[in-house]
């Protein structure tokens, strides 16, 4: 079915292609009577024309519209960044459309007849640049969030010093004596979580044992890998370091199913620190992500970026939030 065009609604309403640019432009009071205004908006609902955006954004050079990608919805983190992303975009008379990506950190589909016409630029959180291409190509400003900083085409990067955030962990569990870790790590391949794995295997290197299970980011995921982590021969591990608050909890779920107690028998540390993290018992020791300033930062770079001016900052700082799930190694 052909899409209806300006030209069809003006010959159904009986009236210019101007008359009705006005009209559904909201420029016709005092220009046309409410009566033609009336039949405008009623031919064009009866035949389902839509502006084309396209065309409006030519003449008009912005939609003051801004979209946030992100992998999944049901994050706390991504709700956060969104609720920062937001609010910088209200001081300054922008929109934020949130899309969770279909796919995941996958490649993200547009949203829209063409990403272009509707949008001013992209805010994209924990996901590849290569996931992007659909929203635009080259032509759209993107700000990356949370992803590698040498990746392209993005026009700025706002990342959280993560690796610092495992640093702080290891300094936090090695005084306490323990040597033999597990990562619970997240089978989502990107760039934020393999950062995580270098630089805690970094850390540790020559001071202790490390293996490492990947999980998927649920609950039940991380309860069966770590169910199976901790069966296997072998000495058991003292420490288990998760690259999610969401891990972590289901690391404790198996640590209760198998006997042992957190942090008596076992210490457990998340990263993230998301309501999830006071809400078990004991609460989580975890690496606090300030989340919403990660959105405002990438709504300020998004907007410095259409200005046309540089926009350069440094990795976000992350503070260690020592809980009770975290003790001295079993003996010592």
Not at 27 to 34: A, I, L, Y
Not at 51 to 70: D, E, F, I, K, Q
Request: overall charge negative; some cysteine; hydrophobic content about 45%.
């Amino acid at each position: 079915m052909t899409r209806p065009t300006s030209r069809d609604v003006a010959s159904a309403a009986g009236v210019s292609q101007a008359t009705v640019s006005l009209v559904l432009g909201d420029k016709w009071q005092g220009r046309v009577s409410v009566r033609t205004a009336d039949l405008v908006r009623e031919a064009a609902g009866r035949l389902g024309y839509r502006p084309n955006l396209a065309a409006r954004n030519l003449r008009l050079g912005s939609t003051r519209t801004a979209l946030l990608v992100v992998p999944a919805l049901t994050n706390e983190f991504f709700a956060r960044v969104y609720t920062g992303a937001a609010r910088i975009a209200a001081e300054h008379g922008f929109g934020v459309v949130l899309y969770p990506s279909p796919d995941g950190t996958g490649p993200a589909r547009d949203p829209f007849a063409s990403a272009r016409a509707a949008l001013d630029g992209v805010i994209a959180s924990s996901m590849a640049a290569d996931a992007l291409e659909a929203l635009g190509g080259d032509g759209l400003p993107l700000v990356m969030l949370d992803s590698d900083p040498a990746a392209g085409p993005a026009a700025a990067h706002v990342n959280l010093a993560v690796a610092d955030g495992m640093r702080q962990v290891a300094e936090h569990l090695l005084p306490l004596g323990h040597r033999r870790f597990l990562h619970l790590a997240s089978a989502v391949d990107s760039w934020t979580f393999e950062t995580r794995a270098e630089a805690l295997a970094a850390l540790l290197g020559p001071h202790a044992e490390l293996r490492t299970v990947r999980a998927p980011l649920t609950v039940d995921g991380a309860r069966r890998a770590m169910e199976g982590a901790l069966a296997a021969p072998g000495p058991r591990p003292t420490a288990v370091v998760c690259d999610d608050d969401i891990l972590a909890a289901g690391a404790c779920k198996a640590a209760r199913r198998l006997g042992l107690r957190v942090p008596e028998d076992l210490s457990v540390t998340g990263f993230d620190d998301l309501a999830l993290a006071t809400a078990v018992e004991p609460e989580l020791t975890t690496v606090r992500l300030p989340a919403e300033r990660v959105g405002e930062q990438g709504m300020a770079a998004l907007l410095a970026v259409l200005e046309g001016t540089p926009w350069t900052a440094p990795e976000l700082p992350v503070e260690l939030v020592v809980r009770g799930s975290s003790g001295p190694a079993p003996g010592r």
